[in-house]
């Protein structure tokens, strides 16, 4: 069991799938309870959440919109009290060439991926302070610091994350709250082979930039977040840390 994990409650949105739901698994494997919150049925990470032993709670919830993340607050104080860990990890991460992105779809890219950072922070951070304790784990991607291509919304969104990660470790730290984010390289999940669908040409060139070469998958991440989340952690903030095979190093 992780330290400092047993009977806390963490937050991870975006949890009804790939890394999301990795994370949840990791984390109620450690001890903690689970709220997940997605767009999307999150039944099947409940059930691994009950399987490892642990109390969850699943809350559809658009995590860009600030009153349905409102709502996922108010779902979080009626069953559980309060939120010890938040994990922002809902994201999406359209390829489009730069000249194709319109207004919209980068609006939509940012409100997704950063203003929803904003937002659970916003919700939650009150309650951490209350308790002196808090670990909010965000998201990043190694893209930030790779030469891809069409991803103009998405990689400046991501520079939001680790922006806001640094600036909020210095705003949280008196009372106790980390902030730190992970940093991804190309990822086998449902987002990158399903739904929005990466080929096995550009996994195989994506991975060969790595020390070790082999494809990511979720699980190459679970312990980066649950040490992150962990007593052990209470020294280490406004980080990101790059869990991508050592392909940036920093
Ligand atoms: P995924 O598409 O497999 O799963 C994302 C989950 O987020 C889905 O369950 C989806 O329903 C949910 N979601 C999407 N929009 C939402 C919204 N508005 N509100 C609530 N939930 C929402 O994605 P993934 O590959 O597991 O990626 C997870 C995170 O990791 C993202 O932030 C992504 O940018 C980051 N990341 C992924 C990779 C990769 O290659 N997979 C690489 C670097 C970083």
């Known amino acids: 069991m992780g330290k400092g994990h047993k009977d806390r409650i963490a937050v991870i949105t975006g949890a009804a799938a790939g890394i999301g739901q990795a994370y949840a698994k990791r984390l109620a494997e450690d001890g903690a309870h689970i709220v997940l919150a997605d767009i999307d049925d999150a039944s099947d990470t409940l059930a691994l959440v009950r399987a490892a032993g642990r109390d969850g709670l699943a809350v559809r919830c658009d995590v860009s919109n600030e009153d349905e993340v409102m709502h996922l607050a108010e779902q979080v104080k009626v069953r559980f009290g309060h939120c010890d860990i938040l994990v922002n990890n809902a994201g999406i991460f359209p390829n489009q060439p730069f000249d194709s992105i319109d207004f919209a779809q980068w609006r939509r890219v940012m409100a997704i991926n950063l203003d929803s950072m904003f937002l659970t922070a916003h919700a939650f951070v009150p309650g951490m302070r209350e308790r002196h304790w808090g670990r909010i784990v965000n998201m990043a991607s190694n893209t930030f610091s790779t030469p891809v291509t069409g991803y103009a919304h998405y990689i400046a969104s991501k520079g939001g994350v680790i922006g806001l990660t640094r600036a909020l470790a210095s705003d949280l730290a008196a009372d106790g709250i980390t902030v730190n984010a992970i940093a991804p390289s190309l990822t086998r999940t449902v987002g990158t082979t399903i739904t929005n669908p990466r080929s096995e040409e550009r996994f195989a060139r994506v991975s060969a930039h790595q ?37 940036v190093r920093t």
Do not use: E, H
């Not at 494809?215 to 980080?239: C, H, K, M, R, Y």
């Open 211 to 247: 020390a070790i070469p082999r494809i990511q998958v979720p699980d190459d991440l679970v312990g980066t977040l649950s040490f992150l989340t962990s007593d052990d952690a209470a020294f280490t903030t406004g980080q990101t840390l790059y869990v991508d095979g050592g392909w």
